[in-house]
């Protein structure tokens, strides 16, 4: 498999409202384009929020409902940031565990922005090298991650970015990463 075709590859888009909106569509419009099945699962029904910046923005369908979601139907997961998701995503306990799940089968992981809050509770940044947006810096540290200021950390089965301005990047090596741990 290669990161421009990615056809099989099953993608879980983990999310609840208030996800900083291009940090979902942009990632999920290139594993689309590449041929990845791409799906949003959240512990909301019916649709999510988006947002852009500090307003709201577009809704979407959730695809599968967390309650149903089984980490075994897919190969990979997406976690977009934004404040109010992972916050939401990390103090609800099916989340943690779906994400937990993939965490433990070494099944490959991005995420970006606020997206690694939601790592922390599923106990996936000890001793892993990680980005995110800079107030997330004494969080990951504290929970043992080492943390750096780069528009693109991989380490093992993780993918870490900043910010919606390191999606050229975080895209890019989403996409290789997500390739090899599914050739």
């Known amino acids: 498999m290669t990161p421009e075709n990615l056809s099989g590859l099953k993608v879980a888009i983990l999310v609840a409202d208030g996800f900083e909106q291009v940090e979902l569509t942009g990632p999920r419009k290139a594993l689309d ?3 990845a099945t791409t799906r949003i ?3 909301q029904d019916g649709k999510v929020q988006g947002w852009n910046h500090h307003d709201k ?3 979407f369908k959730v695809d599968v409902a967390l309650s149903n979601a089984k980490p075994a139907d897919f190969d990979a997961l997406l976690l977009p940031g934004g404040v109010i998701n992972p916050d939401a ?3 609800t306990d099916g989340a943690i565990e779906f994400v ?3 965490v ?3 099944k490959p992981i991005a995420a970006i922005c606020h997206g690694p809050w939601t790592l922390i ?3 996936a940044v000890k001793d892993r090298k990680m980005t995110s947006w800079p107030s997330l810096k004494n969080d990951l540290t504290n929970a043992g991650a080492q943390w750096t200021d780069k528009e693109v950390v ?3 089965s993780l993918v870490t970015s900043r910010k919606p301005d390191d999606l050229p990047a975080f895209n890019r090596e989403m996409m290789k990463l997500f390739a090899s741990a599914h050739a």
């Open 33 to 35: 384009a590449a041929g």
């Open 41 to 43: 699962v959240s512990p």
């Open 57 to 59: 923005a577009d809704t």
């Open 89 to 91: 995503l990390r103090i």
């Open 100 to 102: 937990r799940a993939f």
């Open 104 to 106: 433990e089968s070494g």
């Open 121 to 123: 509770d599923a106990g």
């Open 154 to 156: 991989v380490d093992r």
